[in-house]
């Protein structure tokens, strides 16, 4: 509440007294969306409407402005505004003039709005149509002509396509947004966004094979993200799971249903069902060797070797490790084409040497950790859950 009343007395008792009644109401306060305005009370709704209304023709730009967001700049402004510079350029000056927005920096080329509940008033004070049509402008802006921005904020292309009433092409924002927040370990971001997207799905397509097919591929990222926040052994992790595979018999979910096995497999490990366990593993093998996704057999052999570690099979599981090491040097997976940070050959060596040693191998289990430590050298910085790496 401070941070929206920006410092302003009035604002703030305003807010205040919005929100003690909404308690006596018994109402339940909601945060807003992200990137979009929250109701106001009706005294600054009121207060704030009569003061834009003094704006004349700078209302529209300010408007426009309020749909980029808190903070804004001239060129997407320029981008979005549908304005000859000339004109922009005076209503910027009415609207700092007015201070309903505050230049930053002495370039010109930079604004915010003195207040968020200004800049709440002013998004609010649009029709819906009209807010949409901004939302669709900006959000095209962002793809055609800041396409850098966009790529490392999908999740702003994403919002603005969602405002826009754009379902389909906002979920595969949402997912691109996801899924760099899950490559970047920030799984929090992640399960948000892609959450955010799962909710789309029924105004954005009817159910068919192409609903199904969007669902599978968010599920198995969502799936992934939350074994980091919750647990590889939580009930919801499994759930997503199974539901991704079971997707995998509508569709066509080729590597995707190897993600599913494999998120199966760690939720089943880490519950001590090997019997489960093992079993995803094996159908892991299975899929693998259909599609010839030889890069992934490294990562079914090594599932096997746990599950036989587990149950006590360590010559199995030898077999299973030294198996998963020479398929990984044949068949080296690109940096990049992994669903986790962890790396299969370390976790493969470092294992292996744990069952030399229970086998009395101890000169060949040394040998193993060193080449285990020696590859962990070679791979770049990851962050992430630490678990049997199958994907």
Not at 73 to 85: C, F, N, R, Y
Not at 267 to 284: I, K, P, T
Not at 329 to 346: Q, S
């Given at each position: 509440m401070a941070a929206r009343a920006g410092g302003n007395p009035l604002f703030a008792e305003e807010l205040t007294l919005a929100v003690a009644e909404s308690a006596a109401d018994g109402a339940r306060t909601v945060l807003p969306a992200a990137g979009a305005a929250s109701a106001l009370p009706a005294t600054l709704q009121g207060l704030l409407t009569s003061r834009l209304e003094r704006l004349g023709s700078s209302?529209?730009?300010?408007?426009?402005?309020?749909?980029?967001?808190?903070?804004?700049?001239?060129?997407?402004?320029?981008?979005?505004?549908?304005?000859?510079?000339?004109?922009?350029?005076e209503a910027l000056d009415r609207l700092a003039e007015a201070e309903v927005i505050v230049p930053e920096g002495s370039a010109g080329v930079d604004y915010r709005f003195r207040h968020a509940l200004i800049r709440d008033a002013v998004y609010q004070s649009q029709g819906p149509a009209l807010r949409q049509q901004a939302h669709a402008r900006v959000a095209r802006a962002l793809e055609v002509t800041f396409p850098e921005q966009a790529a490392a904020h999908p999740e702003l292309v994403a919002l603005h396509l969602t405002e826009a009433r754009q379902e389909r092409a906002a979920i595969a924002w949402w997912v691109r947004g996801g899924t760099r927040a899950r490559q970047r370990a920030a799984y929090a971001g992640a399960i948000e966004q892609l959450r955010r997207g799962l909710d789309l799905l029924p105004a954005a397509l009817p159910p068919g094979p192409d609903r199904d097919r969007i669902e599978l591929e968010v599920k198995v990222s969502l799936g992934i993200s939350l074994q980091a926040t919750?647990?590889?052994?939580?009930?919801e992790v499994g759930e997503i799971h199974a539901r991704a595979r079971e997707l995998c018999r509508t569709v066509e979910g080729g590597p995707l249903l190897l993600g599913a096995l494999g998120?199966?497999?760690?939720?089943?490990?880490?519950?001590?069902?090997?019997?489960?366990?093992?079993?995803?593993?094996?159908?892991?093998?299975?899929?693998?060797?259909?599609?010839?996704?030889r890069n992934r057999l490294c990562a079914s052999y090594s599932a096997l070797g746990y599950t036989a570690f587990q149950v006590g099979a360590p010559a199995e599981a030898r077999a299973h490790f030294e198996r998963s090491i020479e398929l990984i040097?044949?068949?080296?997976?690109?940096?990049?084409?992994?669903?986790?940070?962890?790396?299969?050959?370390?976790a493969s060596e470092s294992m292996l040497a744990l069952t030399l040693c229970l086998l009395g191998h101890r000169e060949a289990a040394a040998v193993a950790i060193d080449g285990a430590l020696a590859r962990a050298e070679r791979c770049p910085p990851a962050s992430g859950p630490s678990a049997p790496p199958m994907r």
């Open positions: 209302k529209a730009v300010a408007q426009i402005a309020a749909t980029i967001g808190h903070a804004f700049s001239l060129p997407m402004l320029e981008a979005v505004a549908e304005t000859d510079p000339a004109a922009l350029a919750l647990g590889f052994a939580a009930p998120g199966l497999f760690l939720y089943y490990l880490y519950r001590s069902d090997f019997r489960s366990a093992r079993e995803m593993a094996e159908q892991h093998l299975q899929v693998t060797e259909i599609i010839g996704a040097d044949t068949y080296p997976r690109p940096e990049g084409t992994g669903l986790t940070p962890n790396n299969i050959g370390v």
